[in-house]
C-alpha cells in the first residue's frame, strides 16, 4: 500500500470452549478475563464459551499504523458482548501523535457493565527536550439493567498529565511532569466525586564515567477528598529515591544502593487468628493454661506442617498517625582476580576469596525530627515515635566457592523486627553467626561441619508471657556418599544447647542430640524421591506448654523423638507433574 511502504494484515479467528475443560495453568494473559468484569467467582461456573477475534492492521513501522480489534465473546449468562481496540500511531516530522482506545460492553446476569479506556498521548522530539501532553481515561461501571442503578466499578478516573524530557541519547536525562486525576465511584446507584490529586515529580539521572549510574527521583502529591460522608482528611505526601548502580576493578566489586523517604498515613493494625485446613495456615494454638479459650499469647509460629492451622489476619482500625519512613537497600559483591588463584604467596591466598553482603532497613515512624525522619541510621528513637521497623545485615564470606574438594564459608545474620499494633509493641530480633567447612577425600565422599551461635530475642509489652531470650549454640558434622548423579545417601549428628537467658525468665534449657540419615535418588528429567529420617533426644528443663517452651523444643517433647519425611516427584508428560509428600513424627 502506498507505494510498498505500509502492509496490510489481518486474521479472523473463532475459538470455543467446553464446559467440561478444565486447565492445569493459565493459558490467557492474566488480564483477560478482568477486561470482561468477570471475577474468580463468576469463572468457577462451568459454562461452554464461544469467543470470536478480527482484526485488520495497516502498519508502516510503531510510530505509522493503524489497528482495529472486535472481540464476540459469549459465556453462558456471565459474558454476552463485544469488546472493540482502537489503535493509531502517526508521525508528522518532529511531532508524535498515539491514541489507544479500548472499549467493552457484556450482560452478565442481568448486570451490564460497560467500560471505556483511553490514552492519548503526543509529544514533539527536538534534539534536546521532549515537551508532551497525555490524556488518559479509565471508566468501568457495572448497572443494573433493569433500572440502570449502578452497583460496581473497577476503576473510574480521568488525568491530565503534562511533561518534559530529555532525549534518549542525553548523557544527563532529566524529566519533570505534573498529573492532574480524579477519581470516582459508585455510591447510591450514581457515580459520585471520590478524590482530587495532583502529583509533581522531578528526575534526574547520569552516567559517572563508564561503569556507574545515579537516579534522583522526587515526588509531591497532594490528594483533596470529595466524599461528604466520608471523613477520610485531606493527604499531602513528599517521596525522595535515591539508586546508584556501580562496578570497580573490572567487575570485581559490585555495588547497588537504594534509599527512599517520604511520608504517608498510616492505619494502626489490630490482628486475629482465623482457623484454616491443615497445613494451610502459619501458626499453631497451644491451650496454655487449659482454659479452651484462644488467648493471642498462645499462638505460636508452626515449625511442623501438621500444626499449621491457623493464620495471621491484620486488621485496619479507623485511627490513622501521621508516619515519615525511610527505606535503604544495599548490596556488594567483592570477588578476587581468578587469576590472582595461580600465584604463590599471600596473592594466591587472597585470589580464592569472595564475599556476598547486603543490608536492609525500613523504618516507620512518628518524631518529625530532621534526623530521625532522613536517616536510616538514627538511634535512640524512642518507643511512642516508632510504628514499624525492619532491619536485615547479611554478610558471607567464602573461601574455595567453587573448589569441588575443599572450602569453607563464613556469615553474619543480624535481623530486627518491631511492630505497632492496637495493644502495644512486638518486637522479634535474632543474629547469628556460623562457620561451615567442606571436605571431599575423594570424589564420591564430602565431609562437612556446621557451626552456629544464635541468639533469639522476642519481646511484647502486652504480652508479656512471651517474652523471652534465647541463647544457642550448635554443631552439625556430616558425611555423604554420592557414587553416582543419580544417588546420594548423607548421614548428620547434630549437637545444641539453647538456655532462655531472659533476665525475668526461669532458665528454662534444652540439650538437644539428633542423628539423621538423608536419601536422594533422581533419574534425569524423569523423578526425584527425597527420604529423611530423624532421631532426637531432647533433656529439657522447664514448662513444656509456653511459648519459650515451644521455641527451645523446636514444637518437638521431651525425650525421644522420631521425626521422618518421604517426597517424591513424577513427570508424567510436559507440563504435568505428580508429587507426593509424606511427613510424620
Known amino acids: ?5 505500509y502492509f496490510f494484515s489481518g486474521s479472523l479467528t473463532y475459538e470455543y470452549t467446553s464446559r467440561f475443560f478444565n486447565p492445569i495453568d493459565r493459558f490467557r494473559y492474566i488480564e483477560f478475563d478482568r477486561d470482561w468484569s468477570l471475577s474468580n467467582e463468576d469463572l468457577s461456573v462451568s459454562e461452554e464459551d464461544n469467543i470470536l477475534n478480527f482484526d485488520i492492521e495497516v502498519k508502516k513501522d510503531q510510530n505509522n499504523l493503524l489497528k482495529y480489534k472486535m472481540v464476540r465473546r459469549k459465556r453462558g449468562q456471565m459474558a454476552d458482548g463485544f469488546q472493540h481496540q482502537f489503535l493509531l500511531a502517526k508521525s508528522l516530522g518532529k511531532f508524535q501523535f498515539r491514541s489507544d482506545l479500548y472499549k467493552m460492553n457484556s450482560d452478565q446476569l442481568g448486570n451490564r457493565s460497560d467500560w471505556l479506556r483511553w490514552t492519548l498521548d503526543t509529544y514533539y522530539q527536538s534534539k534536546w527536550l521532549v515537551p508532551g501532553y497525555r490524556y488518559q481515561v479509565d471508566r468501568n461501571e457495572i448497572s443494573v439493567t433493569s433500572n440502570d442503578s449502578i452497583v460496581g466499578s473497577a476503576m473510574h478516573y480521568a488525568a491530565h498529565n503534562f511533561y518534559l524530557r530529555s532525549s534518549d541519547s542525553a548523557k544527563t536525562r532529566f524529566m519533570v511532569d505534573l498529573t492532574l486525576r480524579e477519581d470516582q465511584l ?8 471520590e478524590d482530587k490529586s495532583r502529583t509533581f515529580r522531578l528526575g534526574l539521572g547520569t552516567d559517572i564515567g563508564a561503569n556507574q549510574r545515579l537516579d534522583l527521583l522526587f515526588t509531591y502529591r497532594k490528594l483533596q477528598n470529595l466524599r ?58 497451644r491451650d496454655e493454661n487449659d482454659d479452651g479459650i484462644q488467648d493471642l499469647n498462645e499462638f505460636y509460629l508452626a515449625l511442623n506442617p501438621d500444626e499449621r492451622n491457623y493464620a495471621k489476619i491484620f486488621l ?38 569472595s564475599s556476598q553482603t547486603s543490608l536492609n532497613i525500613q523504618r516507620k515512624l512518628t518524631d518529625d525530627n530532621i534526623n530521625q525522619r532522613f536517616s536510616p541510621f538514627a538511634k535512640n528513637i524512642e518507643d511512642e515515635d516508632l510504628i514499624a521497623s525492619k532491619e536485615q545485615f547479611r554478610s558471607t564470606w567464602f573461601f574455595n566457592r567453587s573448589n569441588a574438594k575443599f572450602g569453607f564459608d563464613f556469615g553474619v545474620l543480624k535481623l530486627k523486627n518491631k511492630q505497632l499494633l492496637m495493644d502495644g509493641f512486638e518486637a522479634r530480633d ?16 564430602m565431609m562437612r561441619l556446621f557451626s552456629a551461635r544464635k541468639t533469639k530475642q522476642l519481646t511484647s509489652d502486652f504480652l508479656e508471657s512471651r517474652n523471652y531470650t534465647i541463647r544457642e549454640q550448635a554443631l552439625s558434622p556430616e558425611i ?23 533476665t525475668e525468665g526461669d532458665g528454662e534449657s534444652a540439650k538437644v542430640r539428633a542423628f539423621s540419615l538423608d536419601l536422594r535418588h533422581s533419574k534425569v528429567q524423569r523423578s526425584t524421591l527425597n527420604a529423611n529420617i530423624t532421631f532426637t533426644k531432647i533433656d529439657f528443663r522447664g514448662q513444656v506448654n509456653t511459648a519459650v517452651g515451644y521455641e527451645l523444643l523446636q514444637a518437638l517433647q521431651p525425650g525421644n523423638n522420631i521425626l521422618w519425611s518421604a517426597n517424591w516427584q513424577f513427570k508424567i508428560a510436559a507440563g504435568l507433574q505428580l508429587q507426593v509428600q509424606y511427613d510424620g513424627r
Not at 245 to 264: K, M, P, T, V, W
Not at 433 to 443: A, M, V
Open 1 to 5: 500500500i502506498a507505494g510498498g511502504r
Open 186 to 193: 459508585p455510591q447510591q446507584g450514581k457515580i459520585v466525586p
Open 228 to 285: 461528604t460522608v466520608d471523613v477520610t482528611q485531606d493527604e499531602e505526601n513528599i517521596t525522595t529515591r535515591l539508586d546508584w548502580q556501580g562496578n570497580f576493578l573490572d567487575r570485581h566489586i559490585i555495588g547497588e544502593l537504594n534509599y527512599q523517604a517520604g511520608n504517608s498515613r498510616e492505619l494502626k493494625r489490630d490482628f486475629v487468628f482465623i482457623q484454616v485446613p491443615t497445613g494451610e495456615g502459619t501458626h499453631t494454638w
Open 316 to 353: 485496619p482500625t479507623d485511627e490513622y498517625v501521621l508516619a515519615f519512613g525511610n527505606t535503604l537497600n544495599f548490596r556488594l559483591n567483592l570477588e578476587m582476580p581468578r587469576h590472582w588463584r595461580n600465584n604463590p604467596g599471600i596473592k594466591g591466598l587472597l585470589g580464592r576469596f
Open 430 to 445: 535474632m543474629s547469628e553467626n556460623h562457620l561451615n567447612i567442606r571436605y571431599s577425600p575423594q570424589k564420591a565422599f
Open 480 to 502: 555423604a556418599w554420592q557414587p553416582t548423579n543419580h544417588f546420594r545417601i548423607s548421614s548428620k549428628y547434630s549437637m545444641a544447647d539453647r538456655k532462655n537467658i531472659f
